[in-house]
């Protein structure tokens, strides 16, 4: 479900754009495996941040079958907030860390990289319009005010949708 408008491919969490898609197969990093680039963004952020001890919880959690997508999820999303946490490092290393994550769902997950390099998404912008995210997304929804304004009404960076744009732009190239 991405709506594509005045040169712009919005998403939300129902495409295998977002990074809390369950990514099929599992993504292979560092001698891991995780369900969801999210997940690995999660594991990348803590060892960047020095908190080895909450990047291995992040890996068991993931990597627990008994547990629903849902729950999942949001226990490796809190053990990401319980890392050690260091804002100079973060805000320098963040895009580095969320490119590498997307890089190497790329990399296994067909789905995604369908989606990504499909033609009618081509010299567009991806576009997370995810309401309650001023970093990644553009906090608000691809209403038709946002569709016919584009960025002018965005609250929010849209990272996320900009690094996607640019690992699709570098494998168009590849």
Known sequence: NIKCSNGYAYFFQDTPLSNWWRSTPSIPYDGHKFTSSEALFMYLKAKGMGDDDIAMQIVEVDNNASLADNKRFAKVKALGKKSK????????????WMFAAISAK??????????????????????EAAPK?????????????VLAEGEAAWKGLNLLGKLLTKLRDENLDA
């Open 85 to 96: 946490f260091n804002e100079a490092i973060y805000l320098k290393k963040r895009e580095e």
């Open 106 to 127: 790329y990399e296994v997950d067909e789905d995604f990289r369908s989606v990504l390099m499909a033609d009618r998404h081509k010299g567009l912008t991806f576009v």
């Open 133 to 145: 995210d001023k970093v990644w997304g553009i906090a608000t929804s691809a209403t038709k005010k």
